[in-house]
């Protein structure tokens, strides 16, 4: 008999940056959720959310990439992304696009409110901090649920970052518009990451760990950006390895 986890419609929203430049993440959802007995879809129809037109002002191009997202994932009882920007953008922005958002879930908030569960099965062995995206935390209010996710990990050594409800810059058009600024946000984050002697720095959205990786990959600092969802799809059968 499917258990009630298993007969919920899950969509999975990879949003435009995971599935062009991180599909590794995109797959560690899928692999996760259906360890804890999640039937995953991905309708092969979902595009952009909007939220780069929207954000740069461009109001009447975004409508319509909100209006395909709500019909593409019409129906479903989930969908969750890896993504507090984009999740942000679907369910507090669309209803100021007058568009009906589909029932959307950042990552970790579907895990804990959702499916009501902090230890995943997970392992991980390697020293971790944790940066609190802007969105997932501001907007989204996701609160401490990644770090109870984390702390739950087998073998995982999660060290508190400094100044953590700092930005590190991106911003999505903001780095590049305002790329001084935005360098020096960076240069404090990756200051306080260094800080930490963590192995790895993890966060909810690729977006912000592209920003800071390439600023520690251009130090040869030897810290390894992951995201939340590939280290909670680790185990032990299928041990993760560094190699960014």
Same mark, same amino acid.
């Given at each position: 008999?499917? /258990?009630?986890?298993? /007969?919920?419609?899950?969509?999975? #929203?990879?949003?435009?940056?995971?599935?062009? #430049?991180?599909?590794?993440?995109?797959?560690?959802?899928?692999?996760?959720?259906?360890?804890?007995?999640?039937?995953?879809? #991905?309708?092969?129809?979902?595009? &952009? &959310?909007?939220?780069?037109?929207? %954000?740069?002002?461009?109001?009447?191009?975004?409508? @319509?990439?909100?209006? +395909?997202?709500?019909?593409?994932?019409?129906?479903?009882?989930?969908?969750?992304?890896?993504?507090?920007?984009?999740?942000?953008?679907?369910?507090?922005?669309?209803?100021?696009?007058?568009? /009906?958002? @589909?029932?959307?879930?950042?990552?970790?908030?579907?895990?804990?409110?959702?499916?009501?569960?902090? $230890?995943?099965?997970?392992?991980?062995?390697?020293?971790?901090?944790?940066?609190?995206?802007?969105?997932?935390?501001?907007?989204?209010?996701?609160?401490?649920? @990644?770090?109870?996710?984390?702390?739950?990990?087998?073998?995982?050594?999660?060290?508190?970052? @400094?100044?953590?409800?700092?930005? &590190?810059? #991106?911003?999505?058009?903001?780095?590049?518009? %305002?790329?001084?600024?935005?360098?020096?946000?960076?240069?404090?984050?990756?200051?306080?990451?260094?800080?930490?002697?963590?192995?790895?720095?993890?966060?909810? $959205? +690729?977006? &912000?760990?592209?920003?800071?990786?390439?600023?520690?990959?251009?130090?040869?600092?030897?810290?390894?950006?992951?995201?939340?969802?590939?280290?909670?799809?680790?185990?032990?059968?299928?041990?993760?390895?560094? /190699?960014?």
């Amino acid at each position: 008999m499917p /258990t009630e986890r298993a /007969t919920r419609r899950v969509a999975l #929203f990879a949003t435009c940056l995971t599935d062009t #430049f991180f599909p590794d993440t995109a797959r560690a959802v899928v692999r996760l959720l259906e360890r804890l007995g999640c039937s995953v879809e #991905f309708p092969e129809a979902q595009t &952009c &959310c909007g939220q780069m037109h929207f %954000n740069t002002g461009y109001r009447a191009k975004a409508a @319509p990439l909100a209006r +395909n997202v709500a019909t593409v994932f019409a129906g479903y009882d989930a969908v969750v992304v890896p993504s507090g920007s984009c999740a942000g953008m679907v369910r507090h922005v669309y209803p100021d696009l007058s568009v /009906t958002p @589909p029932p959307t879930y950042e990552l970790s908030e579907f895990l804990v409110d959702v499916l009501e569960v902090e $230890d995943v099965g997970a392992y991980f062995p390697h020293r971790v901090t944790y940066h609190p995206t802007c969105h997932s935390l501001r907007m989204l209010g996701v609160g401490d649920k @990644p770090l109870r996710l984390l702390r739950a990990v087998k073998g995982l050594d999660l060290v508190e970052l @400094p100044a953590a409800d700092s930005c &590190c810059g #991106f911003g999505g058009t903001f780095a590049l518009k %305002n790329a001084d600024v935005s360098s020096a946000m960076l240069a404090d984050k990756m200051s306080c990451v260094l800080d930490t002697s963590a192995d790895v720095v993890t966060a909810g $959205d +690729n977006s &912000c760990l592209m920003h800071i990786g390439g600023g520690l990959s251009r130090l040869r600092a030897g810290v390894h950006p992951v995201h939340l969802a590939e280290i909670l799809a680790s185990t032990e059968e299928e041990p993760w390895a560094a /190699t960014r």
